[in-house]
Every structure is written in structure tokens, then in C-alpha cells.
């Protein structure tokens, strides 16, 4: 097997020297899409027999699912009256519901045990990354629902994804759970304030709505995996090995369906919000990481605070995009931001792992 994994490799940049090439010639960056999307799904079946690649075998396939919807857009976008855009919604409250399955009440009790961690992280997250978002988009001088779209990526809670990173990077994981199940347990309130506040002058926001929206989005499958969890626990266990797969292939299915959807303001705009993204994330796990520090906080928590405020739910946030009706304008940032954040996150917690702290 690790034979055909290294063909793979091969085949994989043999496929991208060629897209490059034919791309320098000027055939068009579309002419190349078969190339490009053959490479990166090379890339990650091939790249598990790298250990580098395996760790991140995940953001590969994003990628990958990212580059299918720019590169075929006609194939995700409708079956005669049926939009593709139907499924965003039920793929993340199917991801919210696996959330909940793996939760109980036990993931709060760091509420009680580190008040004070739980509380920076909340504050850290709510406020650095609404204020960036809202800062990127006055200088980045973007169109209103673009703009508003990256207000809404810094406006949501915080995602599972930084709970894994957090344990790669030797964090403090009870606090990473902690931050992150309280941020969504908030975000009907707070995302949807922080977006009348922040985005009102850009779109009409219906406060109201948006509570009513979000709640549905993520609360009600949390509260019905939270019951499953609790009245059903064997089944659960007998299921636990496939529920992060289906959440995985949830997030990827919604990549493809929402570059689908946006692929033309993508090719107009893209770039712009990549290099947006890039800042409004890392500046996210800087200033989250020395709010810890500077609240005399220990490495690990703060290298927790760091990934808790740096890492959003951008399932979440396509989803409210979609409720808004603006999928194809709004949703954008959060498609961009996804692969980055993956990348960045990962990138970092290898980086903190290696660096063992004596407060640790």
C-alpha cells in the first residue's frame, strides 16, 4: 500500500507541474481545473504515507472540495427546480447533532474549575475577531455583502476543529472544549447583535430573524444530540468511529455546493479575500494568545485562547448566509477562510507541539 501512496505523490506533482505550465502558456486558470483537482486529490491519498500530509490530510481534501466547485460549478448548483444550496443548512445541523452526541455536561465543568480562563477566552473571542473583521472590511474597501460577509466570519463562535488542533498542540483541552461549546451555546444572541451593530450600515439585518435562524441552525441539533448522548449511549459508542466522518464529509459537501454558488464574485474577488482572511485569522491567534499572557494566564491556556479565538465556524457562518439569502455574496468569506484557517491552525499547533513549555 505505501508503494501506490508514493505513485500517488508522483502523479500528484507530475499533475501540478503540468497545470502550471499550461497555465504560463496562457491557456486560462479554468483549462487547467482537471489537472489541478486530479493533483490535490493525489495529494491526499498519496500524502498518507507522509507523516507531514497525513497530519494534514484533512485541509487537503477542503482544498480539493473547494477546487471541484470553482472548477465545475454547473454540476453543484441545481437538479432541474432543485438548488444544491438546500442541502448547507441540514449538513450543518447534521454536523451540530454529532457535536452534541459527544458532549454532556461534564464539557462545562471548566466553567467551574477556571472561571477566569473561560471568561478572557469569551471576551478575546466575541471582541477581536468581530472588531478585525469590521476593520478588514472598511480598508479592504469591499462590496457591501462581501464586506458583510466578512464581518459575519469574525461574529461567529468558535469551531470543533480547535479542539483537535488544541490537542496537537499540547493545549489545555478541558478549556477548549469549554470555550467552544459556550461560544455556540451564545452565538444566537451575540452573532446576530454583533452583525446589527458591525454590518448594518452594509446589508439590512432582521435581528430578530437571525436569533430565530441561528438557533435552529445550531441549538435544537445540539439539544437533540445532547439527548441522544444522554438516552442512547451504547448506540452512540457503537457509531462514534463514523460520526466525525460524517462531519467531515459534511464540511467538504458544503465547501462544493457554496464555491458553486459563488464562483463568479469569486473570480472577481478572490484574491483580495484570501489576503483578507490570512490577516483576520492571524491576527486572531496573536492577540488571543497574548490576552492570556497578558491576564497571567499559563502557556497552555493561552496557546488554547489563541486557537479558540483564531479558529471560526465557517459551516455556521455559510449557513446564515444562505437563511439571508445571499449564499453567492456573504457566504464567500467563509469559504476562503475555511482552507486558511485549516492550514494556519495546523501549521501552528505542529509548531507548539515541538515547543514543549516548562509551565506546561
Not at 448522548?229 to 467538504?252: D, E, H, Y
Not at 479558540?308 to 476562503?336: F, H, P, R
Amino acid at each position: 500500500m505505501k508503494k501506490i501512496y508514493q505513485i500517488l505523490l508522483i502523479i500528484s506533482a507530475i499533475l501540478a507541474f503540468l497545470a502550471i505550465l499550461l497555465w504560463i502558456v496562457g491557456i486560462g486558470l479554468l483549462a487547467t481545473g482537471p489537472f489541478i483537482v486530479s493533483s490535490i486529490i493525489c495529494l491526499a491519498i498519496g500524502g498518507r504515507s507522509v507523516s507531514i500530509l497525513n497530519q494534514m490530510s484533512f485541509t487537503i481534501w477542503v482544498i480539493a472540495a473547494v477546487s471541484v466547485g470553482f472548477f465545475y460549478p454547473q454540476y453543484f448548483q441545481e437538479i432541474g427546480d432543485f438548488k444544491f444550496t438546500g442541502f448547507i443548512v441540514p449538513l450543518i445541523q447534521l454536523i451540530m447533532f454529532t457535536m452534541g452526541t459527544e458532549m454532556s455536561l461534564k464539557d462545562f465543568e471548566g466553567v467551574i474549575k477556571t472561571p477566569k480562563a473561560v471568561l478572557i477566552g469569551l471576551v478575546s473571542h466575541f471582541t477581536i475577531m468581530p472588531l478585525v473583521g469590521f476593520t478588514l472590511a472598511k480598508s479592504f474597501g469591499f462590496p457591501p455583502e462581501i464586506a458583510a460577509g466578512v464581518i459575519l466570519m469574525g461574529s461567529v463562535p468558535s469551531g470543533v476543529t480547535s479542539n483537535v488542533l488544541a490537542f496537537i498542540a499540547k493545549a489545555n483541552m478541558p478549556l477548549s472544549v469549554t470555550i467552544a461549546a459556550i461560544s455556540t451555546l451564545l452565538a444566537p444572541f451575540l452573532t446576530p447583535l454583533l452583525m446589527k451593530l458591525l454590518a448594518g450600515q452594509y446589508i439590512a439585518i432582521d435581528l430578530q430573524a437571525m436569533m430565530l435562524h441561528v438557533a435552529e441552525i445550531i441549538i435544537l441539533p445540539i439539544i437533540l444530540g445532547l439527548l441522544v448522548n444522554r438516552f442512547l449511549r451504547n448506540a452512540v459508542k457503537r457509531l462514534q468511529f463514523m460520526l466525525p466522518k460524517i462531519s467531515m464529509f459534511g464540511v467538504l459537501m458544503m465547501m462544493i455546493v457554496i464555491v458553486s454558488s459563488g464562483r463568479d464574485s469569486l473570480l472577481e474577488i478572490g484574491p483580495l479575500l484570501f489576503l483578507s482572511a490570512m490577516i483576520h485569522h492571524t491576527i486572531g491567534y496573536m492577540l488571543g494568545y497574548w490576552s492570556g499572557r497578558f491576564m497571567g494566564l499559563d502557556e497552555a491556556s493561552c496557546r488554547t485562547i489563541s486557537l479558540e479565538v483564531g479558529m471560526q465556524n465557517g459551516g455556521l457562518a455559510s449557513g446564515i448566509a444562505l437563511q439571508m439569502g445571499k449564499i453567492a455574496t456573504v457566504g464567500l468569506a467563509s469559504v476562503i477562510a475555511v482552507p486558511w484557517m485549516t492550514i494556519s491552525g495546523s501549521m501552528l499547533s505542529n509548531w507548539w507541539r515541538n515547543r514543549p513549555s516548562r509551565d506546561i
